[in-house]
């Protein structure tokens, strides 16, 4: 992971949470590639993902569509927490943040590769904006 940012701010930062919150959130944000993939693999029930498996219940009537559906409003909603959270950090960086949290990209890759229009400061407030947001919304 490119993305070396301090873990922890000053308490004084309007944006300021504890050190071990923003590594769970971290952790749950770079899970996002993850989700992705098993949403897209849900899309028809010609074959069966191995992830239904983790959302299965023991002695429970076997419902191929209704675990199939369950798992992809898990995933969706999760996504999409994470989709929203960026928007609301700023509509207008909203992909780059977004691609930071979740693939672990640095400020220097998105400057290189995908031309960020903001500079470094701008950036990571805005990330750290994001991760107090996301930090409100998963209370």
Known sequence: MGTTI??????KNKCWIEKHRY???KHF???YPIWKKAYAALDSLSQRPSDLAA??????ISDPVGKC???RSFY????GMIEQTAIEADAGLSGYILKGVTDGV???HLKARLGIPCCK???????????????????
Request: with cysteine; glycine share 0%; proline share 2%.
């Open 29 to 31: 944000c770079l899970q």
């Open 106 to 108: 640095s400020y220097d």
């Open 121 to 139: 400061d701008t950036y990571y407030e805005l990330y750290r904006r994001f991760f107090w947001l996301l930090s409100k919304e998963r209370q």
């Open 23 to 25: 590594y769970e959130l």
């Open 76 to 79: 969706r909603e999760r996504m």
């Open 69 to 71: 559906v369950e798992a």
């Open 55 to 60: 959302l299965a219940k023991t002695n429970a």
């Open 6 to 11: 301090r873990p922890e701010l000053s308490e």
